[in-house]
């Protein structure tokens, strides 16, 4: 009953930033953990950061560290990536993702069972 839909993608050029929104309905009286992942073109999907419904628990990939801030709104119930110094090896679908889970210290796994159908980001030189 969980549903995920990004928006906010497009083009942005190298240097500058951009956020991604992902809004969630069907969530009340669920704990669950929220990530965000990126998959482009060849490469495996990777995961950029996850954290607890609460706030709990937040984590970033290291590459990642320093230019991409993961949060959520519960009044607006929106997800956010906000990403900054943007790179063209940035450019990706990018998808919030989420799962039921009793703890945020469960939220490291990767088998996320509820998925946005992605949003385009472009970065060009």
């Known amino acids: 009953q969980v549903h995920l839909v990004e928006s906010g993608g497009g083009s942005v050029e190298a240097g500058g930033s951009l956020t991604v929104s992902c809004a969630v309905s069907?969530?009340?009286?669920?704990?669950?953990?929220f990530a965000w992942f990126r998959q482009a073109p060849g490469q495996e999907r990777e995961k950029i950061a996850h954290w607890y419904h609460d706030g709990s628990y937040k984590n970033y990939r290291d590459s990642v560290n320093g230019r991409a801030i993961a949060s959520q709104d519960d009044v607006s119930k929106t997800l956010f990536l906000h990403m900054t110094n943007l790179t063209v090896e940035d450019s990706a679908m990018y998808y919030c993702a989420a799962i039921p889970r009793p703890g945020g210290w469960l939220c490291w796994r990767n088998d996320y069972s509820i998925w946005g159908p992605g949003a385009q980001v472009t970065v060009s030189a």
């Open positions: 069907g969530n009340a009286g669920q704990n669950l953990c």
